[in-house]
């Protein structure tokens, strides 16, 4: 039996809660092949467009150096960084290091990694599509904050942008929003919720995507996670 035979029907029969045989069979090859990469994630020492990186990373079970910036530190740190700005994700092998800018990038590499991708190329873009659009509710988020207009953001733009997930996770209709299993896009959004005031009550209104972000927040890496990580509402 070929060695990627054997470990796909090892993974199989293990039946790991949220992890993808596919995901098993990549962590057991990179095992055996002593060829496991570090990882260092710099981000400003805040949530903010970063968190659900370290949400994926908590997700994955590596361990990650979590390289958070002062605001006086960043003058000097920005000229270092592919493109003037952060997230940064530094990818350590052997004695090759790899940076990889912009935190939907960052996202979709670790996806890859660590099974949080679909079942073939067309659930790929799907959940992408999701990234994407979660990318723009926070870019419209970082807007209103900054012009002082979070009153009408909240009460239009956010409740619109739940609804859209909402009913595509009505349209799945297993409580993800692609496929059978967990993607980087379900823990994105769980993440977002981050930044909801009187959370609970908002999500009444969304009972799909309350599931969900209850479902992604208990897996046990991630309830770590959000135990350790400082306090703070951004």
């Known amino acids: 039996m070929k060695t990627s035979t054997f470990l796909l029907f090892l993974a199989i029969v293990l039946n790991v809660q949220y992890i993808s045989a596919f995901n098993?069979?990549?962590?057991?090859?990179?095992l055996f092949r002593n060829e496991q990469p570090t990882y260092k994630y710099t981000y400003f020492d805040a949530r903010l467009r970063g968190e659900f990186i370290r949400f994926i990373l908590s997700y994955a079970g590596v361990e990650f150096e979590d390289n958070r910036v002062k605001g006086e530190d960043w003058p000097s740190l920005?000229?270092?960084?592919?493109?003037?700005?952060?997230?940064?994700?530094?990818?350590k092998k052997g004695s090759k290091v790899t940076e990889i800018a912009q935190s939907q990038a960052i996202a979709r590499y670790l996806a890859n990694e660590f099974g949080l991708y679909g079942r073939n190329n067309l659930?790929?873009?799907?959940?992408?599509?999701?990234?994407?659009?979660?990318?723009?509710?926070?870019d419209a988020f970082s807007t209103s904050f900054?012009?002082?207009?979070?009153?009408?953001?909240?009460?239009?733009?956010?409740?619109?942008?739940?609804?859209?997930?909402?009913?595509?996770l009505n349209k799945n209709g297993n409580g993800f929003l692609v496929g059978k299993r967990l993607s980087w896009a379900d823990i994105y959004?769980?993440?977002?919720?981050d930044f909801i005031q009187n959370k609970d009550e908002f999500l009444n209104k969304f009972p799909l995507v309350k599931a969900l972000d209850k479902k992604v927040r208990s897996i046990p890496k991630i309830a770590d996670w959000i135990k350790r990580r400082p306090d703070g509402d951004f």
């Open 146 to 168: 900054n012009s002082n207009t979070t009153l009408s953001f909240f009460t239009e733009v956010w409740p619109r942008n739940f609804q859209f997930f909402e009913d595509r």
């Open 24 to 30: 098993l069979i990549h962590f057991l090859q990179n």
């Open 189 to 193: 959004l769980s993440q977002m919720t």
């Open 78 to 91: 920005k000229p270092t960084t592919p493109f003037g700005q952060v997230p940064v994700l530094e990818v």
């Open 123 to 138: 659930e790929n873009a799907v959940i992408d599509m999701y990234g994407a659009q979660l990318g723009d509710l926070f």
